[in-house]
């Protein structure tokens, strides 16, 4: 059974910075690919960032570039996203993701319906 429990959530001021963290349990962790996706009240959950199973490879959102940086520990089962300058619109819930499918490639990798597991969410909230 797959468990993935984010946490490093919370209230921050605009221009800070936050690093959230994902820790994974039940599938072999260093051969899925893994993201982070957010949703804000009204709007639908979006992709953030995703970073393939090797880690070689990562893909963000356009609005996010150069402030947000996905990383992985195979070691430590673990993900994390380094969130920089931060903004009002950063604002939302967090969810940390693993793909369904063992070494996925290319594009798959940034496929949002290809992530199978979700973790419980953890709140980010920016303010001006």
């Known amino acids: 059974q797959v468990q993935l429990v984010e946490s490093g959530g919370g209230l921050h001021q605009a221009g800070g910075s936050l690093r959230l963290s994902c820790a994974a349990s039940?599938?072999?962790?260093?051969?899925?690919?893994m993201a982070w996706f957010r949703q804000a009240p009204g709007k639908e959950r979006e992709l953030v960032a995703a970073?393939?199973?090797?880690?070689?490879?990562?893909g963000y959102l356009d609005s996010v570039k150069g402030r947000f940086t996905i990383s992985r520990d195979n070691a430590k089962n673990t993900i994390y996203l380094q969130m920089n300058s931060l903004k009002p619109e950063d604002s939302a819930v967090y969810y940390c993701?693993?793909?369904?499918?063992?070494?996925?490639?290319?594009?798959?990798?940034?496929?949002?319906?290809?992530?199978?597991?979700w973790g419980q969410g953890t709140q980010v909230t920016v303010s001006s």
């Open positions: 970073i393939s199973w090797s880690g070689v490879s990562t």
């Open positions: 039940g599938r072999t962790f260093s051969t899925y690919s």
């Open positions: 993701a693993q793909h369904a499918e063992s070494r996925s490639t290319g594009p798959d990798t940034r496929n949002p319906n290809k992530y199978a597991y």
